[in-house]
C-alpha cells in the first residue's frame, strides 16, 4: 500500500502511539520512562500529540520546556550517545514504516536536530 505524507492530528497520534509503544518494550529506553521517571503514559503522550502537532503540522499547542526536562533527566538516568541513537533508530523505523513525504522527511530531521542539542546540552550539565 502506498504510504501517505503527515498531513492532520489523526497521523501524529499514529505516529507518537506507535513509537512510544516500541520505546516500552525497548531494552535501553524502556525502563527509563517506567522505572526511573515513571511518567504517567497517559498525560505523557498526549503532551507528544501536541509536541508534534506543534512542529510539523502548526498547532501550537505545545508549550512546555523538553530541554529543561531532559537536562534533569540526564541527572538520574543515562542519557548519551547510546539512548540518543536508540531513540533515533526507532523513532526513524516507525516514521518509515507509516508514512512517507517531505513533512516526514522534515520531522526525522527536526527529531535529528533537537536530539544533538539536547544531548549536548546534557553532557555540558554535567561537566
Ligand atoms: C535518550 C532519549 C530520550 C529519552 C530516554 C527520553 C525520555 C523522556 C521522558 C522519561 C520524558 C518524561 C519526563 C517526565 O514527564 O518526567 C520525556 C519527555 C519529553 N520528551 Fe523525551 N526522551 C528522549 C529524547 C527525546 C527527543 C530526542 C525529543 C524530541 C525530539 C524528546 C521530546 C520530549 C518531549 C517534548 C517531552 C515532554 C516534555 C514536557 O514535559 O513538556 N525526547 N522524555
Do not use: C
Not at 35 to 61: C, P, Q, R, V
Not at 79 to 91: A, D, R, T
Amino acid at each position: 500500500m502506498e504510504k501517505k505524507d503527515i498531513t492532520d492530528r489523526e497521523d501524529i497520534i499514529l505516529l507518537v502511539d506507535t513509537f512510544y509503544e516500541k520505546v516500552k518494550n525497548n531494552a535501553i529506553l524502556g525502563y527509563i520512562f517506567d522505572d526511573i521517571a515513571k511518567i504517567n503514559w497517559e498525560t505523557h503522550l498526549e503532551k507528544m500529540y501536541s509536541f508534534w502537532s506543534s512542529m510539523l503540522i502548526g498547532e501550537h499547542s505545545y508549550t512546555g520546556n523538553p530541554m529543561k526536562v531532559h537536562i534533569d533527566l540526564g541527572k538520574i538516568a543515562p542519557m548519551g550517545e547510546i539512548e540518543f541513537m536508540e531513540w533515533l533508530v526507532v523513532f526513524h523505523t516507525t516514521i518509515d514504516e507509516l508514512f512517507e513525504g517531505k513533512t516526514t522527511e522534515f520531522a526525522k530531521e527536526r527529531a535529528e536536530n533537537i536530539s544533538r542539542i539536547m544531548q549536548y546540552k546534557i553532557e555540558q550539565s554535567l561537566t
